[in-house]
């Protein structure tokens, strides 16, 4: 049986799934759309299982046009744009009843703002200014805007760590997730800026969920496909799940990792 790998990469409006040999050849491919709620001005959402069902939808269609037996699918991993999937009681918690924020959405420019005027430390590694695309501000715009929504909110992940936990019901954050999209610093040890957070009112941020865990970093395993993802996908279950990577880092890795440098002294 020839050996093969699933990428999963979800966008701004599609999922995306390939097929790959081990030597990286591209045997199959195939997409699946989703929706982008635009519920008010500055708002950009996502219905998390909207965006699950496209994921089978591609993946399925993938693995069928490979014509490789879905025994043979040895692994597989996930990227996604830097959303925020935020997982609740009750109601979806987001206008439009929604539960996944947009990169996009830049609802928390004011929030953003405030950030920026603590000085604090984490803004010297963010080039001294955070993005409303961020998830703090966005956290912090929903715990002050929608309070009877925010108190529905049991964790906060980044989307393709949502990804992860679907597809083997174990919640683990990303190394790449945490040091690229939230106040969490990698370096030495240092962790969550707990002092920013209590500053802006939203220390119970790292309690939500496991966020305030340790998180994994990137080659090593989420986990094993579970029972119900495995009869959602068509593949065995028990297969490694690889801890994901936000899309742009991960184009940077594959960059890396296909010889670039050797290309551009070729030409």
């Not at 049991?154 to 989307?159: E, F, H, I, V």
Request: hydrophobic content about 45%.
């Amino acid at each position: 049986m020839n050996t093969c790998f699933l990428a999963v990469d979800v966008g701004t409006l599609s999922a995306r799934a390939g097929v790959f040999a081990a030597d990286g050849e591209v045997l199959a491919a195939a997409a699946a759309p989703f929706a982008l709620l635009k519920p008010q001005p500055h708002h950009a959402v996502y219905r998390m299982d909207e965006i699950w069902t496209a994921v089978v939808e591609a993946v399925r269609a993938a693995v069928a046009q490979s014509r490789r037996p879905p025994e043979g699918v040895a692994g597989l991993a996930f990227d996604a744009t830097s959303s925020l999937a935020v997982s609740h009681t009750g109601a979806r918690p987001l206008d439009g009843d929604a539960d996944v924020f947009c990169w996009m959405d830049h609802r928390g420019e004011a929030e953003a703002a405030e950030i920026d005027a603590t000085g604090d430390r984490y803004l010297d590694y963010v080039g001294g200014s955070v993005s409303p695309e961020v998830h703090l501000p966005k956290l912090l715009w929903l715990k002050r805007h929608r309070p009877e929504a925010w108190a529905r909110v049991t964790g906060a992940r980044d989307l393709v760590d949502e990804l992860g936990r679907r597809a083997t019901g174990v919640d683990v954050h990303s190394l790449c997730g945490l040091s690229c999209k939230w106040p969490y610093l990698p370096d030495r040890g240092a962790g969550w800026r707990h002092e920013l957070l209590g500053r802006l009112g939203i220390a119970e941020l790292t309690r939500l969920g496991r966020l305030g865990e340790a998180p994994r970093a990137v080659g090593s395993v989420h986990g094993r496909l579970s029972v119900e993802a495995a009869a959602d996908f068509g593949l065995p279950a028990g297969i490694p799940v690889a801890v994901g990577l936000i899309d742009a880092e991960a184009g940077t890795l594959g960059v890396l990792g296909a010889g670039y440098r050797q290309r551009i002294n070729e030409t």
